[in-house]
């Protein structure tokens, strides 16, 4: 991409590169092409993100008002979750099926050296079908995160 940007640098009448970036699109090819790594690290990704902007939002009026905002992005991203759960911002299923997100994503990073093992031998069943909760908990949360745009432009 680097050397790309480079030579279209030199063309005359060049102002600029935009691109558009939309993480959960990048989510949702990766699930429709069983990139099984892709679609859970950045899935896990995207839910942190929502998780840091709901927790922003709504810890100032909760029973955890002391917990700031340095705090809240310091913390691992199933502390996060726990902390949503315990707010009452999202249900128990909800919960759940992220928690088991997480877990998956941890279980494939930490062996990343033997991860085409791991996809064959475990249950790829369930990895396969827990593709789709991604994407479902990633939009629950979006839909509760109001004030983020996880879509935009931005100029290369």
Not at 9 to 28: K, Q
Not at 41 to 62: P, T
Not at 85 to 92: K, M, N, S, V
Not at 123 to 135: A, D, H, Y
Request: net charge positive; hydrophobic share 40%; charged share 25%.
């Amino acid at each position: 991409l680097i050397g790309n940007l480079k030579r279209i640098e030199n063309f005359r009448g060049c102002a600029g590169i935009w691109a558009v970036y939309d993480p959960l699109r990048e989510v949702e090819d990766a699930v429709q092409y069983h990139d099984f790594f892709k679609a859970y690290s950045l899935g896990v990704a995207l839910l942190e993100f929502h998780a840091n902007n709901i927790l922003e939002k709504s810890i100032g009026k909760s029973r955890f008002k002391n917990i700031g905002k340095e705090k809240i992005v310091k913390m691992g991203v199933r502390t996060k979750i726990i902390l949503l759960y315990a707010l009452g911002t999202i249900d128990p299923k909800t919960f759940q099926n992220i928690i088991q997100i997480i877990r998956i994503r941890n279980e494939s990073i930490v062996h990343s050296q033997e991860m085409n093992k791991i996809w064959e031998e475990k249950s790829l069943g369930s990895i396969t079908q827990n593709l789709e909760v991604i994407l479902s908990c990633i939009k629950e949360l979006g839909k509760l995160d109001s004030t983020s745009k996880s879509r935009g432009i931005m100029k290369l």
